[in-house]
């Protein structure tokens, strides 16, 4: 489990603390009386990830109308995404190193070209060999001062799948957790999902031989969801049903 905290706080308390900050910073101890003074709230933000990896299971497929090319690129070409929001059609064209028997190249560029639709996907690819993620953030705000003093509490999920398409492929998750980390530093946590889904699209998986879900809030109704290679995403057709078993299957 990876646990990183939330962003900085930029509220008027902040600003008066560094105010009286700066103006004793160069007063000589002995001149410094120090008062008592009350805190009457303080809020914790945390976010959290759970892996659970699926190494036994079989690769699996495309969905219908899902494409995967690569293809020989001239000097120049950059990558890029057209999404087609009439009919959910999305191109992505990402511009790598060559690769020569293994390794990348000296020389020359080759570009790989994903195009998905909106699609069901059946149950079964939950079986398929990949990872499961879950984020869970958590918000708790303590009041203090006049008793009784209370304590609130709030928690939300938000479930992804890396599943492969290809034997023998190797998922690295170490640089879409440092990619996230800095997505939501400078976040509230009211914006915390969203920066994790477009962390997880745009991040480097290891491969791109693998379907990305994203599930989204759990709390969200209707439940959305989507379906990433690359950069390229579109539509999951029956969200409800597909990520209710990926939830339970990070319940385990």
Same mark, same amino acid.
Request: hydrophobic share 40%; aromatic share 4%.
């Given at each position: 489990? %990876?646990?990183?905290?939330?962003?900085?706080?930029?509220?008027?308390?902040?600003?008066?603390?560094?105010?009286?900050?700066?103006?004793?910073?160069? @007063?000589?101890?002995?001149?410094?009386?120090?008062?008592?003074?009350?805190?009457?709230?303080?809020?914790?933000?945390?976010?959290?990830?759970?892996?659970?990896?699926?190494?036994?299971?079989?690769?699996?497929?495309?969905?219908?109308?899902?494409?995967?090319?690569?293809?020989?690129?001239?000097?120049?070409?950059?990558?890029?995404?057209?999404?087609?929001?009439?009919?959910?059609?999305?191109?992505?064209?990402?511009?790598?190193?060559?690769?020569?028997?293994?390794?990348?190249?000296?020389?020359?560029?080759?570009?790989?070209?994903?195009?998905?639709?909106?699609?069901?996907?059946?149950?079964?690819?939950?079986?398929?060999?990949?990872?499961?993620?879950?984020?869970?953030?958590?918000?708790?705000?303590?009041?203090?001062?006049?008793?009784?003093?209370?304590?609130?509490?709030?928690?939300?999920?938000?479930?992804?799948? @890396?599943?492969?398409?290809?034997?023998?492929?190797?998922?690295?998750?170490?640089?879409?957790?440092?990619?996230?980390? @800095?997505?939501?530093?400078?976040?509230?946590?009211?914006?915390?999902?969203?920066?994790?889904?477009?962390?997880?699209?745009?991040?480097?998986?290891?491969?791109?031989?693998?379907?990305?879900?994203?599930?989204?809030?759990?709390?969200?109704?209707?439940?959305?969801?989507? %379906?990433?290679?690359?950069?390229?995403?579109?539509?999951?057709?029956?969200?409800?049903?597909?990520?209710?078993?990926?939830?339970?299957?990070?319940?385990?």
């Amino acid at each position: 489990m %990876y646990s990183d905290s939330g962003g900085p706080s930029h509220s008027q308390d902040d600003v008066a603390c560094r105010r009286i900050e700066a103006a004793v910073r160069d @007063v000589p101890p002995a001149e410094t009386r120090i008062t008592a003074f009350e805190v009457e709230q303080a809020v914790e933000e945390r976010l959290s990830l759970t892996l659970q990896e699926q190494p036994q299971g079989e690769p699996g497929q495309l969905p219908e109308g899902a494409s995967l090319e690569t293809l020989p690129v001239a000097p120049g070409v950059r990558s890029s995404t057209l999404t087609n929001h009439s009919t959910g059609r999305s191109i992505a064209e990402v511009v790598r190193p060559a690769i020569e028997h293994g390794r990348a190249a000296e020389a020359g560029q080759s570009m790989i070209r994903t195009t998905v639709v909106p699609a069901a996907l059946p149950r079964a690819a939950l079986d398929w060999q990949g990872t499961f993620l879950r984020w869970t953030a958590n918000s708790t705000t303590r009041h203090f001062g006049v008793s009784p003093k209370t304590e609130t509490t709030v928690e939300e999920h938000s479930d992804a799948a @890396v599943l492969l398409t290809r034997p023998a492929g190797v998922i690295d998750l170490s640089a879409v957790v440092d990619a996230v980390t @800095v997505a939501i530093a400078t976040r509230p946590r009211s914006g915390w999902f969203s920066a994790i889904n477009e962390t997880l699209a745009a991040a480097d998986l290891g491969t791109h031989e693998a379907i990305l879900i994203r599930c989204g809030n759990i709390a969200d109704s209707p439940r959305t969801a989507d %379906y990433c290679l690359g950069p390229a995403c579109a539509k999951l057709l029956d969200p409800e049903s597909f990520c209710d078993g990926v939830s339970k299957r990070l319940e385990r």
